[in-house]
């Protein structure tokens, strides 16, 4: 029996202040009133109901409501009380005390000062680099994508102008010849480079540049097969 808890009496207050609240996203306000929605106010016991559950009530994956619980855990917006081996979570509603109103009925004005109360808690006890994206499965805070940009080490970049009839591209234990088009004729020469690569049949001649890349001595088998293409 937890009718003693502060949200039997005063939970319409908590949910108007969390409904002002910037610090919340609208998931995070649906799943935080989808809990007092649940409440057994007869029989005294907050929201039971599993993750599974609740996320097909807002058509959410389970795993996106228990990271959402765990959060609003973390900044005193939820209780979980275990009920024990094999049976569901009773979960109540509440209100960090920066915030809990003092009266069941509030103002507008009153409830915007306590919204900003909550805000300003949620924002100190936010991580700092904590992203809002969620990747495994489309449940965990994730910054898969904040990794800088990863650039060819392997790229030669000639400038135009530049009196080199080709590229030498060396990846993958390979030497590879790709055409530079110089054109300075229509516009005057400067630092940066118009590659491209060639197009269509290539030659024998531009195949004998495909050779392995070694730092020691040519593959002899490789240079047995062009002695005799050559005498051929």
Excluded at 66 to 79: A, F, K, M, Q, Y
Excluded at 126 to 148: F, H, I, L, N, Q
Excluded at 158 to 174: I, K, W
Aim: charged residues 25%; contains cysteine; glycine residues 10%.
């Amino acid at each position: 029996m937890n009718r003693a808890h502060p949200s039997f009496r005063c939970g319409h207050a908590y949910t108007r202040i969390v409904n002002a609240s910037e610090g919340l996203t609208d998931l995070h306000r649906l799943v935080y009133l989808e809990h007092y929605r649940l409440y057994n106010r007869g029989a005294g016991r907050g929201a039971l109901i599993s993750a599974a559950a609740l996320g097909r009530r807002l058509a959410r994956s389970g795993r996106r409501v228990e990271d959402v619980r765990r959060e609003l855990v973390h900044w005193s917006l939820l209780t979980k009380l275990d009920s024990g081996p094999g049976k569901v979570a009773e979960w109540l509603i509440t209100l960090p005390a920066v915030a809990q109103p003092r009266t069941r009925t509030l103002t507008e004005d009153e409830v915007a000062a306590l919204a900003a109360r909550l805000t300003e808690y949620i924002a100190r006890r936010r991580t700092p680099t904590a992203p809002e994206v969620a990747v495994r499965g489309g449940s965990v805070p994730d910054a898969a994508y904040s990794s800088p940009p990863v650039t060819n080490p392997g790229a030669v970049v000639v400038p135009r102008g530049s009196s080199s009839g080709g590229l030498a591209t060396e990846r993958l234990g390979l030497r590879v010849r790709t055409g530079v088009r110089d054109n300075t004729e229509s516009g005057s020469p400067g630092t940066d480079a118009r590659i491209e690569p060639g197009v269509g049949e290539v030659s024998d001649a531009a195949r004998r540049d495909w050779l392995p890349l070694s730092l020691d001595e040519p593959d002899p088998d490789q240079v047995a097969r062009d002695a005799m293409r050559d005498g051929a």
